[in-house]
C-alpha cells in the first residue's frame, strides 16, 4: 500500500441529539469514499449507526496513537451543508458560549433533517426532442390526435416543464412516441409565496434617516465595516433605515440577514420587507414546517434569495457573501437561546459579521445596557433618531396610582382615569390596546383561611385560573386541574381567586363597555395556526376597536389608528429577583407605549402602577433613555454587575433534589479554586426552584475580562467528577439574560 491509498481520517461531531459527547471523534475514510468537511457521514458508535457532521479532515500521522480506529460507513449528502464560514463559526461558538463542538454545528443545520426531510419533488414533463422536430410532429398530430397537438403546442410555448394537469392521457401518449418525457423538479414550500403584495417604493428619508443612512454608506465601502447601533424613538422610521441599507447591499451583490424577535415576526412586518424586494426574501421562523424551512433554507444556499427575514437562527443563513446583519429589537432576550447551546445570536451576529467582512446594524428604541454601554465606550458606532416621522409627537404618558385608586374605593381592574379615556377613544371610533403581561383569569388562588396558594405538583409556581377552559393551569409545564372547592391543607371552604390576567381584562372590559368588540392576543388565543395572523388582521380592518393582550401586543405593531394604550399593571415583572428587572420594566413600558399615535391622531398612554416613584416606570413615562441609563448605571456600577462585568451561570438541575443540590455544591467549590469569594454568588437555590419536575439549583461567576473568565470556568469544571447523571447535570450559560 503507498502513502496515497493509505486512508484519510475525517473528524465528526455526532449528533448531538443522539450522542451527546463532549468532543469529536476520528473515523477511517477508505480510499473509494470522497467527503470534505460539511457534509454528513454514517459512522459507527458501539453498536450504533449514528449520522454525524464531518468538521475536519486529518491526515493519517494524525491518527490517534493505539487506537483502532473504525471505518466511515456512507456519506449522506451529495454537498456540503455548511461551508468552512459557518463551521469555522461553530468552532467559535462552542468557545464562546461553552457548547460542544457537534451542538454548535448541528444548531445551524435545517431542522428536519434528522427525520429525513428533504427537496418535494413535482412530476412536471418538457420536450425530449429539440424544438423543430417537435414543430415537424405537430403537423402529423393535427389531423390524427388533436388533443396530443394541443399539449405538444402548449409544451414549446412554455419553454419550461409544466405541471400534467388534466393533460395526463395525452402526455403519456406523446412520451410513448418519443417526444415528451417526465422530470421531477423541486417545488417550493413557500408560506408566503402565494400571497400577491403592493410593492412600495423607498420613501424619502427624513434628515435623521438620511443622517444614518449617509453612515450606513460609509460604512458598507469599508473592508470591516463593524457594527453600528440605531438608537431611535417608537416609529422614528427605522425599519424603513433597514430598507434601504439592505437596498445598498444587493446592489453590491452582496445578501442580508435580518433578525426580529419570534413575537415581532408578524404577517405585517414580513410584508414590509416581501413588498419592497419581493421573491428576494426568504422567511425563517419556528412556526414554519420543517419542509417549509428547509426549503427556504434551500433557497437562502442556492441563491436562490438574497434576504432573509428570520428569528433568533436566521444568523446561520447559510448565505456565501454577507454585506448586512440587522438586529432589530437587539434588547430582546429572545435573542437568546435557552437550551444548549446557549448562544446570544446578537453576539454570535458580530461574530458572523466581523468575519464576512459585513455591516451590523443593531437597531432599538430601548437598547440593551450592554449595548448602549459598548457605544458610549466607542466599541461601537452609534446613530441616534429623536424623532418620530411626521413629527407625531411621543405619547404623552399618565402614572395612575393603583394604590390611591384602592384608597379611594375603586376596586376595578380600570381606574378611573383609564375608564375616561376609553370611553373619550371609543366614543370617536379610534382604537385602544390595553396591555397585561399575565394570560389567563386569575393568576393565583389563595385559601383565604390559611393563606395556602394553590401550586403546581411539578414546579414550584402557583397555577393560573382560566375561566375559558375553567381549570387550573402550569403555565410551565402545562399540568391541569379542577379549581378546588376546600382548601388541600386546611379545609377551609374560602377559596378565592386573585391577579387579574388578559382573560379577566377582556370580561371586565366588555361588561364595562356592552356594545365595543374586544380581540385577545395571548399564547391561548394563538395556538391554532394562522390565528395570529387572523386577530391582528380584524385588528387592522378596524373589526374590533380594543385589543387586550400580553407582550405579543407591545412589540412591533404599527397600527395607526390606535390613540390609546393602557398598561393595567406596570408592575408584573419588576420585583423579580433579578438584576435586570428594572431595565426589562423600562423596555417593556416604552415599547408598548410606542404603538399609541403613530398615525395622524395624537395618540395617550396610561399606566397604572403600585411604583409609581420608580425611576424605570418614571424614565419610561418621560421618554427618557438617557436618564434611565444613567441611574440603573450608577447601580450595576457598584454591585459589580453586567455590563460593568461578565457572567457565568451554572446551573444545576435534576428530579433529585440533594443530588442537585450537592452537585451545585461542587461546582461552588471547584469555582472557589480559580475565583475570589465576592465574585461568587451562590450557591443557591434558583428563584423557580423546580420545573417540570426537576429541582433547580444554580451559582454564578463574574469577571472583568471575558476570556479569562471562560477560561477560570473551563478549568474548574474539569475539576468535577462527573457533570450528568440520571439525578443531577449541570449546564453552562455564558452571559445568561435571566438569572430566574
Ligand atoms: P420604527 O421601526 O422606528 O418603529 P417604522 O420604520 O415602523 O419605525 O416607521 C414608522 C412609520 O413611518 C411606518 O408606517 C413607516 O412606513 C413610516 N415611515 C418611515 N420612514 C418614513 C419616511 N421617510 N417618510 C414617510 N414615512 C415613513
Ligand atoms: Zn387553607
Ligand atoms: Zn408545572
Given amino acids: 500500500m503507498t502513502e496515497r491509498d493509505r486512508p484519510g481520517l475525517v473528524e465528526v461531531a455526532l449528533d448531538p441529539a443522539v450522542a451527546d459527547l463532549d468532543r469529536t ?3 477511517r475514510l477508505s480510499p473509494g469514499l470522497k467527503v470534505v468537511p460539511g457534509q454528513r457521514v454514517l459512522v459507527p458508535l458501539g453498536s450504533r449507526r449514528l449520522e454525524g457532521l464531518v468538521v475536519g479532515l486529518a491526515g493519517p500521522e494524525q491518527a490517534p496513537v493505539g487506537i483502532q480506529l473504525k471505518d466511515v460507513l456512507s456519506v449522506l449528502d451529495p454537498e456540503p451543508l455548511l461551508g468552512p464560514g459557518l463551521l469555522d463559526l461553530a468552532a467559535w461558538l462552542a468557545e464562546r458560549f461553552g457548547a460542544t463542538r457537534a451542538e454548535a454545528a448541528w444548531v445551524m443545520l435545517p431542522p428536519g433533517l434528522r427525520q429525513g426531510v428533504g427537496p418535494k419533488l413535482q412530476q412536471r414533463w418538457e420536450l425530449a426532442v429539440p424544438d423543430a422536430e417537435a414543430q415537424a410532429a405537430l403537423g402529423l398530430l393535427e389531423r390524427r390526435a388533436r388533443r396530443q397537438a394541443e399539449v405538444l403546442h402548449l409544451l414549446l410555448d412554455a419553454g419550461e416543464p409544466v405541471p400534467a394537469g388534466e393533460s395526463g392521457a395525452a402526455l403519456r401518449a ?209 446613530v441616534t433618531l429623536t424623532q418620530r416621522i411626521d413629527d407625531r409627537p411621543l405619547p404623552p404618558v399618565e ?41 389567563g383569569y386569575s393568576t393565583f388562588v389563595l385559601c383565604r383561611s390559611c393563606g395556602l396558594t394553590i401550586k403546581c405538583p411539578n414546579c414550584d409556581v402557583s397555577l393560573t385560573y382560566h375561566a375559558g377552559a375553567t381549570h387550573l393551569t402550569c403555565h410551565y409545564c402545562g399540568h391541569r386541574s379542577a379549581p378546588p372547592r376546600r382548601c388541600p391543607d386546611c379545609g377551609s371552604e374560602k377559596i378565592r381567586f386573585f391577579g387579574a390576567g388578559t382573560e379577566k381584562v377582556q370580561a371586565e372590559l366588555e361588561t364595562l363597555f356592552p356594545d365595543v368588540r374586544a380581540l385577545r392576543l395571548d399564547v391561548d388565543t394563538t395556538r391554532r395556526k394562522g390565528s395570529h395572523e387572523q386577530i391582528l388582521g380584524d385588528f387592522a380592518a378596524g373589526k374590533a376597536q380594543v385589543l387586550v393582550g400580553t407582550q405579543m401586543v407591545a412589540k412591533g405593531l404599527d397600527f395607526p389608528g390606535v390613540t390609546l394604550v393602557g398598561v393595567v399593571a406596570a408592575d408584573t415583572a419588576l420585583n423579580f429577583p433579578d438584576f435586570r428587572a428594572a431595565e426589562r420594566t423600562f423596555q417593556l413600558l416604552t415599547q408598548v407605549a410606542g404603538r399609541s399615535g403613530r398615525g395622524r391622531a395624537p395618540g395617550r398612554v396610561v399606566v397604572q402602577t403600585y411604583n409609581p416613584g420608580h425611576y424605570a416606570v418614571q424614565a419610561a413615562a418621560s421618554h427618557d433613555y438617557q436618564g434611565f441609563f444613567d441611574q440603573e448605571m450608577a447601580i450595576r456600577r457598584e454591585v459589580g454587575y453586567p455590563p460593568l462585568s461578565r457572567l457565568v451561570n451554572l446551573l444545576a438541575s435534576g428530579p433529585d433534589e440533594q443530588a442537585v443540590e450537592a452537585l451545585a455544591r461542587q461546582a461552588g467549590l471547584a469555582l472557589a479554586q480559580f475565583f475570589a469569594p465576592e465574585s461568587i454568588w451562590g450557591p443557591n437555590p434558583a428563584p423557580l426552584s423546580k420545573l417540570k419536575s426537576n429541582y433547580r439549583w444554580q451559582v454564578a461567576v463574574r469577571g472583568q475580562e471575558a476570556q479569562a473568565l471562560r477560561q477560570g470556568v473551563r478549568q474548574a469544571l474539569q475539576l468535577l467528577p462527573r457533570r450528568s447523571s440520571t439525578e443531577a447535570r449541570l449546564t453552562v450559560d455564558v452571559d445568561p439574560v435571566s438569572m430566574l
Fill in 25 to 27: 471523534l476520528h473515523y
Fill in 174 to 382: 406523446l412520451a410513448e412516441r418519443g417526444l415528451v418525457r417526465s422530470v421531477q423538479v423541486e417545488a417550493r414550500r413557500d408560506p408566503a409565496g402565494r400571497r400577491a403584495y403592493t410593492p412600495t417604493q423607498p420613501q424619502p428619508p427624513t434628515e435623521e434617516q438620511a443622517r444614518a443612512l449617509a453612515e450606513i454608506r460609509r460604512r458598507l465601502d469599508l473592508p470591516q465595516p463593524g457594527p453600528l447601533l440605531v438608537h431611535g424613538v417608537t416609529g422614528s422610521g427605522k425599519t424603513e433605515i433597514y430598507l434601504q441599507a439592505i437596498a445598498d447591499v444587493l446592489e453590491r451583490g452582496r445578501q442580508a440577514i435580518v433578525l426580529v424577535p419570534e413575537i415581532a415576526l408578524t404577517p405585517q412586518m414580513i410584508e414590509r420587507f416581501r413588498s419592497r424586494f419581493g421573491e428576494e426574501v426568504a422567511v425563517l421562523h419556528s412556526r414554519l414546517s420543517d419542509g417549509e424551512r428547509f426549503d427556504q433554507w434551500r433557497a437562502i444556499k442556492s441563491g436562490r434569495v438574497s434576504i432573509v427575514v428570520g428569528a433568533r437562527s436566521a444568523v446561520f443563513a447559510p448565505f456565501s457573501d454577507l454585506g448586512l446583519i440587522v438586529v432589530d429589537e437587539e434588547h430582546e432576550t429572545s435573542y437568546k437561546q435557552q437550551e444548549s447551546p446557549r448562544y446570544h445570536a446578537r453576539t454570535v451576529a458580530m461574530q458572523r459579521a466581523r468575519q464576512a467582512g459585513a455591516l451590523l446594524l443593531l437597531g432599538s428604541a430601548t437598547p440593551a445596557l450592554e449595548t448602549y454601554h459598548a457605544a458610549r465606550e466607542g466599541a461601537m458606532g452609534l
Fill in 399 to 439: 402614572l395612575v396610582d393603583l394604590r390611591q385608586e384602592l384608597a379611594e374605593g375603586n376596586r376595578s381592574i380600570f381606574s378611573r382615569a383609564l375608564q375616561k379615556h376609553l370611553t373619550e377613544v371609543l366614543q370617536r371610533r379610534e382604537q385602544a390596546i390595553l396591555f397585561l403581561n399575565r394570560r
